[in-house]
C-alpha cells in the first residue's frame, strides 16, 4: 500500500452507521488531540452535530484544524461532511436500536452475563469490520487470489490459527495454498515467490517482525501481497498491495486483543474465501463436492453387532 494512507480513505465518504466503526479502528493512530474530538463525535453524535466547527474545537479543547484533520482521517472531504453524518448517525442510534451492553466481564460475572457480554461483542465487532472493510480492496484481492499460481499465507499466534483456516478453505476448492507459521520457514518459502503468485500476511498489531519480514520479501520477488489486519497505518501495509482493515476491538483483563481480533479476522477470510470460490466457480464447486464425498464415510454412523 502506498503512504497516501490519509487519502484512500476519503475516496468514498463511509455511511453514518459505519462512523463508530471507523472511531474504533482508527482512533489508536491518532494524535491525542484528534482522539479527543474522535471521541466526542462517536460518543454524542447529535450534539456534535450542531457545532460549528469552531464549536467543536472549543468542546474537544483541540484547534479548528485538527476537527478538520479528524473529518478527514475518518473519511470525510471537510467538517460540513462530517456534520451530515453525525445527524445521520443520531437518527440512527434514534430508531428503537437495543441497548448497547458495554460492562467489561469481571472476574465474578455469572455465566449468563459472561455469555451475554461476549456475544454483544462479538456481534459489535463483526459489525464494525463489516463497516470498516474497503470493498473496492476485498475486490482487487479476491481476483488476484482466484487466479494466483500458489497464495502464501503468514500469521503467529491467533493469527496463526486465522491463516490455517484459510489455507483449508482454499485448498478444498482446488488452490494451492499454504499457512506458514515458521518465521523462518516463511521466509525461505516467500523467496521462491514471484509475479503471478500471492503472499497474505495476518497480523491485528499490524507491527509483528514475524509476519512483515516474507510479506516484505513476497513484495521485492514481484507477489501480489495483501495485509490483513486492524492497523491500516501499521509497518506491514508498506509492504501490501491490498490491506484489507478488520476493527479494533475493546480489550479487557479477561478479553485479550487476540480472543477479539480473531473474530474480525474470520469474518475477513471468509468474506475473501467466498468471494474466490464465486470467480472459481466452475472449477471449485467440482472441488468441494469432491472433498465431501472424499470424507462422507467418516461421518456416518457405524453399526455394531
Known amino acids: 500500500m502506498t503512504n497516501d494512507l490519509k487519502e484512500s480513505f476519503t475516496d468514498s465518504p463511509p455511511a453514518p452507521a459505519a462512523l463508530a466503526a471507523k472511531v474504533r479502528t482508527l482512533s489508536p493512530s491518532m494524535t491525542r488531540s484528534m482522539q479527543r474530538v474522535a471521541e466526542a463525535v462517536a460518543g454524542d453524535p447529535a450534539g456534535c452535530a450542531a457545532l460549528t ?3 467543536l474545537a472549543e468542546l474537544t479543547g483541540t484547534s479548528e484544524a485538527t476537527v478538520v484533520r479528524t473529518a478527514r482521517l475518518l473519511g470525510y472531504p471537510g467538517y460540513r461532511d462530517l456534520r451530515l453524518a453525525l ?3 443520531a437518527a440512527h442510534q434514534e430508531s428503537g436500536r437495543a441497548p448497547a451492553v458495554t460492562a467489561d466481564i469481571a472476574v465474578d460475572d455469572p455465566i449468563a452475563d459472561v455469555v ?8 459489535q465487532t463483526l459489525a464494525d469490520t463489516a463497516a470498516g472493510l474497503d470493498t473496492v480492496q476485498l475486490g482487487a484481492a479476491v481476483a488476484a487470489a482466484a487466479t494466483a499460481r500458489r497464495i502464501d499465507i503468514y500469521g503467529v499466534g491467533a493469527s496463526s490459527l486465522v491463516g490455517q483456516d484459510l489455507a483449508q478453505k482454499l485448498s478444498r476448492i482446488g ?3 499454504h499457512s506458514h507459521t515458521d518465521p523462518h520457514l516463511a521466509v ?3 523467496v521462491q515467490l514471484r509475479s503471478g503468485d500471492m503472499a497474505i500476511a495476518i497480523t491485528h498489531s499490524g507491527s509483528t517482525g514475524d509476519v512483515i519480514e516474507p510479506l516484505r520479501v513476497a ?3 514481484g507477489a501480489t501481497t495483501v495485509a490483513i489486519t486492524g492497523r491500516p497505518d501499521g509497518p506491514v501495509t508498506q509492504y501490501a498491495d491490498h490491506v484489507l482493515t478488520t476493527s479494533t476491538a475493546r480489550e479487557s483483563e479477561l478479553r485479550p486483543a487476540a480472543m477479539s481480533s480473531r473474530t474480525s479476522q474470520l469474518l475477513v477470510v471468509d468474506c475473501l474465501f467466498i468471494g474466490v ?3 472459481t466457480y466452475e472449477t471449485a464447486a467440482p472441488a468441494l463436492a469432491a472433498s465431501y464425498e472424499a470424507l462422507a464415510h467418516r461421518h456416518t454412523p457405524r453399526h455394531t453387532r
Do not use: P, W
Open 116 to 123: 451475554a457480554k461476549l456475544a454483544y461483542d462479538e456481534q
Open 219 to 221: 513484495f521485492d520477488r
Open 53 to 55: 466547527v469552531t464549536g
Open 87 to 89: 445527524a445521520g448517525l
Open 188 to 190: 525461505t518459502n516467500a
Open 175 to 177: 488452490l494451492i495454498a
Open 277 to 279: 470460490a464465486q470467480r
